[in-house]
């Protein structure tokens, strides 16, 4: 055990090591979290209205454990999409596994070593929606003690099921994947595998969905105590086990159940190690072969055809992206993951979204259209590792027939391409499920352009400030880094101020009005990057970063 620990301390170091850093990156985010406030208050402020809300229309149906039920249901979802971004970046694409294999560890032992960093990002995930939504819920249904001392125990529980599940089938597909032998391949079908996952598990539940039954049920089961809940959580036993555990603190039966999810925990993992023990090491192993393929003189005479310099650098950006199953991962895949989400959910109730728009006024309907696309321009991390991702080799750039500006305008533009496959299906949920009107969707397509030249911008910006260009292992670009967390906290702190305003002020009306205002914000905030970034180009212009 001692070994064990060791080994998760050294990781978990050589992740988050501070050396090399300077203070700037602390003030920086200083003032970050000081323009985050007046988000945090509005989040904790809905949550708390929307709990009260349910809780004072379910409370008399003795129904309101439906409420604890759905959060510990959408956060185990949650934390299992997480997982399977997080568990194959940690434990396939990270290269240094490579250097442990030779020390007298076992597998189970390196496997716990890299389950560290995943759990780090699972229990912050837990922290920042199951923490306030658990509070407010005690408060609000007059909760005793030990309703407390059971969702803090429960909390540190949270990650491991979803966690263990995502592990299991990831390590299983790599422990067979990598029998093909070609490395590159393996780990993109790998990292593909887990967004299809998803998508065939919700068109299977939307494919056996009966609305009229489900109606049906739905009568049944209000009729009984907690019949909500049993519906809600009926395929997902540990959302159940956790919400009984829970609201029923004064009986002997919620300790049972405590129990219960306590042993369902602790068999998860010991499941997680003796699987581990069986199946990881031969995947990792797998990963360490290739294969070389010949190319074609006609292919060749091809790729070698002239073009314009600005044009071979974007595909030059874009077939690296493309072809680095880590930056792919990053960079594309895991930036769809929302988008597609959120059509799947759409998806399985798409009889009742038709009117949803209607509920809004024009001006409120194109604020919440704005911010939520900016908050998911701004996850994707292809403009904030704009530098990094060229490593060591980022000298090279200072002898190519471009100049200086050219070649960050053309990270940025790839920053930009890459985001609109988020565009595209956001696009997609607005005409197909939420019907919004063409008028609304035309002009939010244009505000949704330019932010997207904004997030890029500023990521392209704050990279450039600090980049990590000696790693040795792209994982090290995404990893222990503040500048994701940074970027997406400016866009949506100073945006969060603007929307909040607009909203709130009774004088601008209208889809038009409203609009213009957002974008001559977002003009403003495009010309001050841009403004920041040419001044820090011209300082650093012939020298090296």
């Not at 920086?28 to 989040?43: D, E, M, T």
């Not at 503040?482 to 949506?492: D, T």
């Not at 209208?510 to 001050?528: D, H, K, Q, R």
């Amino acid at each position: 055990m001692h070994k064990t620990w060791v080994l998760i301390k050294t990781m978990l170091k050589m992740q988050y090591s501070k050396a090399g850093g300077n203070s700037s990156q602390i003030w920086l985010l200083a003032i970050v979290i000081i323009f985050s406030i007046p988000l945090l208050a509005l989040y904790i402020g809905i949550l708390q209205n929307l709990i009260s809300e349910l809780y004072n229309v379910l409370q008399p149906l003795g129904q309101d454990s439906i409420i604890p039920g759905l959060l510990f249901l959408s956060i185990h979802m949650l934390l299992f999409l997480i997982s399977l971004i997080t568990v194959i970046s940690a434990f396939y694409f990270a290269e240094d596994i490579e250097s442990f294999i030779p020390f007298p560890l076992k597998a189970y032992q390196l496997l716990l070593g890299k389950a560290a960093s995943p759990f780090l990002y699972l229990y912050l995930t837990s922290g920042a929606f199951f923490l306030p939504a658990f509070f407010i819920y005690g408060m609000v249904s007059d909760a005793s003690l030990i309703f407390y001392f059971y969702g803090i125990i429960l909390f540190i529980l949270l990650p491991i099921i979803p966690f263990t599940v995502a592990s299991i089938l990831l390590m299983i597909v790599m422990r067979f994947v990598n029998i093909a032998k070609n490395k590159d391949r393996s780990k993109v079908l790998a990292g593909i595998f887990s967004l299809a996952f998803i998508i065939f598990i919700n068109v299977v539940i939307r494919l056996n969905t009966n609305s009229n039954e489900m109606m049906a049920d739905l009568a049944k089961f209000i009729q009984e105590k907690d019949g909500l809940l049993q519906m809600a959580t009926s395929f997902y036993p540990p959302a159940l086990f956790s919400t009984r555990a829970l609201n029923e603190t004064a009986s002997s039966e919620g300790f049972l159940f405590f129990l219960l999810m306590i042993g369902l925990s602790l068999g998860a993992f010991f499941l997680f190690i003796w699987l581990g023990e069986l199946f990881y090491l031969k995947g990792v192993l797998g990963l360490g072969s290739g294969n070389k393929r010949k190319i074609s003189q006609k292919k060749m005479k091809k790729q070698i055809t002239a073009r314009p310099v600005w044009l071979a650098y974007i595909q030059k950006e874009i077939r690296i992206i493309l072809r680095t199953p880590t930056f792919l991962m990053q960079c594309v895949i895991q930036s769809l993951f929302g988008p597609i989400f959120i059509l799947i959910l759409l998806m399985l109730d798409t009889a009742n979204l038709s009117g949803f728009m209607n509920l809004f006024s024009e001006k409120h309907s194109i604020l919440m259209l704005f911010i939520a696309t900016l908050l998911i321009l701004g996850g994707n991390a292809t403009s904030i590792s704009s530098i990094s991702r060229e490593g060591k080799s980022w000298h090279a750039n200072l002898f190519l027939p471009l100049a200086t500006k050219q070649i960050f305008y053309s990270k940025i533009l790839t920053a930009w391409l890459i985001n609109l496959l988020s565009i595209i299906l956001i696009l997609i949920i607005f005409i197909w499920l939420l019907h919004v009107p063409g008028e609304m969707i035309i002009i939010w397509l244009i505000l949704a352009l330019v932010a997207n030249w904004f997030t890029s911008s500023l990521g392209t910006y704050l990279d450039f400030l600090k980049p990590k260009l000696n790693w040795t292992d792209e994982q090290e670009i995404f990893k222990a880094r503040m500048i994701a967390f940074i970027a997406l906290l400016l866009e949506a702190g100073i945006f969060g101020i603007i929307v909040l305003i607009l909203w709130n002020i009774g004088v601008l009306e209208g889809l038009y009005t409203t609009s213009f205002i957002l974008f001559l914000c977002l003009m403003a905030a495009i010309f001050t990057v841009q403004l920041l970034l040419n001044k820090k180009i011209k300082a650093n212009e012939h020298q090296h970063i």
